[in-house]
């Protein structure tokens, strides 16, 4: 039985708190758990190099290993969002990451091929549950007026990750074998489980399924943790009044009513910013090759590439609890589409690789700032009761993109040319704006 006002006031709580060292070792902890999730997926694709040379695959057995793992996602990211509504942000969270660092253990001593296709679905049923829970969890103990910069920052990780692999890829695999490189994944996993078990549950959550007294004891604690080093100002009934009344809703509420826009909005946004994600930085290296260009290193690219994404997730921090989500997230989109159009055509151009990687690092910089927003306006969109579902829900579809996105633009590229694909993927940056524009809703400043 959900005790209204103390819910209300333990919200007004949480956003009344300054923001403090105790925020950002939240947004530390799981931005590294974001790290290790970019950090998998980026290994993926240099082991998949070595080990086409140490057991000869061949080129229908790469497919199928990279599609093991992200099967897992989808089905981990389709299975996580009810399993946090209805048992608690910290226990998914928990155990997802621990599914992760096991699985990427057993990936060291896979002893053949079809034992590391299951080990590596495993890995992605782990990343793929733990995401949506990253961001719908961090926000929930975010105050609403410092939510956008705090969640923006979230996704910088990501780049860390991404350069972690490239780094690791780079000096270990060469000297001791692929094997290490999955262990050194693993380690630091386990790790921050053991970290985890310090993080709190989110009051919101608690109130909401009538724990009222828990949610009490973590906001003393909380708040004892702030007033070390900032003056809480006492909670008064105007900001109580504005809390909006907490009700209980059912993934029924996704598909019906006001929610229902959003759900829309947000799965046509997740499916086709993926889609145009993965479309046009999953081929950029081979395309580079087809347009005459010499080949760029894996670690060089992929070092080049971050530089670009880093500045524009650490802008969008910033700028989104000044001038909203919506609009920001929507200029991203356009700014990507006509960049991509740009790059498609520099790529066709005469131009020497150099040249065409300035683009590609402007391009990059838009599409970053996608992606920043996107993590941070998801979860604001939903009550906490289907609030990791919503959010779980939307990154399947965007698995779904971002499987048929390499495929489509490998099969479109004799046909439609370099150009022509990527104004295939400018097409879909640009239907995503689209749903933003006539569906989102501006969420700064709200109350989750």
């Known amino acids: 039985m959900i005790n209204k006002e103390e819910a209300k006031f333990i919200i007004a709580r949480l956003d ?44 229908a057995e790469i497919g199928i290993l990279l599609s093991s793992g992200m099967a897992g996602m989808i089905l981990g990211a389709f299975l996580s969002g009810p399993l946090a509504d209805r048992f608690g942000r910290k226990a998914v969270f928990k155990w997802t990451m621990l599914i992760f660092s096991i699985f990427s253990l057993l990936c060291a001593v896979a002893w053949n091929f079809w034992s590391l296709v299951i080990f590596r679905f495993f890995v992605g049923l782990g990343l793929g549950g733990e995401t949506p829970v990253v961001t719908s969890l961090l926000g929930e103990f975010v105050p609403a007026k410092d939510r956008g910069k705090v969640q923006g920052l979230l996704n910088c990780f990501w780049a ?11 000096y270990l695999i060469p000297t001791i074998g692929w094997r290490w490189a999955f262990v050194s994944g693993a380690l630091p996993a386990f790790y921050l489980w ?29 708040e004892a943790v702030v007033a070390r080093t900032h003056k809480i100002e006492p909670v008064t009934e105007a900001s109580v009044s504005s809390v909006p009344d907490v009700e209980k809703s059912s993934i029924k509420d996704l598909f ?62 910033y700028l989104m609890d000044k001038f909203g989500r919506k609009w920001p997230l929507i200029i991203n989109l356009i700014l990507s589409g006509i960049m991509t159009v740009i790059f498609g055509w520099a790529l066709g151009s005469n131009l020497n690789t150099m040249e065409v990687l300035f683009f590609g690092l402007l391009t990059s910089f838009c599409v970053s700032g996608v992606w920043a927003i996107t993590y941070t306006y998801t979860p604001e969109l939903y009550p906490t009761g289907i609030r990791v579902t919503g959010t779980s829900w939307a990154a399947t579809c965007s698995r779904f993109g971002s499987m048929l996105a390499p495929l489509i633009i490998g099969y479109s590229l004799n046909s439609l040319g370099i150009s022509g694909v990527y104004g295939v993927i400018a097409f879909a940056f640009v239907v995503a704006g689209l749903a933003v524009i006539f569906w989102g809703k501006e969420t700064r400043g709200q109350h989750l």
């Open 16 to 59: 009344n708190l300054p923001l403090s060292r105790f925020h950002y070792k939240m947004l530390v902890v799981n931005g590294f758990a974001w790290a290790f999730d970019a950090f998998d997926v980026g290994l993926v694709t240099f082991v998949v190099t070595a080990l086409t040379q140490a057991w000869s695959l061949n080129t």
């Open 160 to 170: 860390i990750g991404w350069l972690g692999a490239a780094l690791i890829s780079f």
């Open 194 to 222: 053991i970290v985890r078990l310090h993080i709190p549950e989110s009051p919101r959550w608690l109130a909401l399924k009538g724990r009222v007294q828990e949610a009490k004891e973590i906001m003393e604690q909380i």
């Open 256 to 317: 019906r009513g006001r929610y229902l826009q959003r759900t829309a909005m947000l799965w046509i946004l997740w499916f086709f910013g993926m889609f145009a994600y993965y479309g046009l930085f999953s081929w950029m290296p081979t395309l580079l090759v087809k347009a005459g260009h010499s080949m760029v290193k894996s670690f060089e690219y992929v070092l080049f590439l971050q530089i670009a994404y880093l500045p524009n997730q650490i802008l969008s921090a």
